[in-house]
């Protein structure tokens, strides 16, 4: 990813325009699957390409609890590979953020309405989709908090500072 994403010297709308015409650029090469810009992004946003309609939407990610049993069958995480029951857990939800645009600009704009007074989450590196939640995270850590709020990733400038 280049660095003038980063770069706090430009405006913010100007680089968060900058980002979507970059991975537009990349969605359409590779259409109808799901395009995002590094290994950091793919939980946080990404970009889909239809073919037919010739439109672009961008997904992000919002934070889904489960703290009963029930719930986390329905979310599909009660089976883990050493047979450890789980009681609660936190996945990530993907969601469309935007309708459907022909354009980068479309797509911004549609972005700016969704995440605008949000609150968010934000992670710094490579994260799944899913981690436990049992007993094993630390108390400053409680995991309702996340609670439908938008996934953030550290290094790209898609969510404003007031993060709360």
């Known amino acids: 990813m280049r660095t003038a994403y980063e770069e706090k010297r430009i405006p913010l709308q100007i680089r968060r325009l900058m980002l979507f015409s970059e991975i537009c650029r990349r969605a359409k090469k590779y259409p109808d699957e799901v395009v995002h810009l590094a290994g950091y992004s793919k939980v946080a946003f990404n970009i889909v390409y239809s073919k037919k309609d010739k439109k672009?939407?961008?997904?992000?990610?919002?934070?889904?609890?489960?703290?009963?049993?029930?719930?986390?069958?329905?979310?599909?995480?009660?089976?883990?590979?050493?047979?450890?029951?789980?009681?609660?857990?936190?996945?990530?939800?993907?969601?469309?953020?935007?309708?459907?645009?022909?354009?980068?600009?479309?797509?911004?704009?549609g972005w700016n309405k969704q995440v605008k007074n949000k609150s968010f989450k934000c992670i710094k590196d490579n994260m799944d989709t899913f981690f436990k939640v049992n007993d094993e995270l630390e108390m400053d850590y409680p995991p309702h908090k996340f609670y439908e709020r938008l996934v953030a990733s550290a290094y790209l400038p898609l969510w404003d500072d007031n993060q709360t």
Do not use: N, W
Not at 76 to 81: E, T
């Open 56 to 109: 672009y939407t961008a997904f992000g990610g919002v934070f889904k609890y489960a703290h009963i049993r029930q719930e986390v069958i329905e979310q599909g995480v009660d089976k883990l590979p050493h047979d450890e029951l789980v009681m609660c857990a936190l996945t990530v939800k993907r969601q469309a953020f935007t309708k459907a645009s022909r354009t980068p600009l479309g797509l911004l704009i």
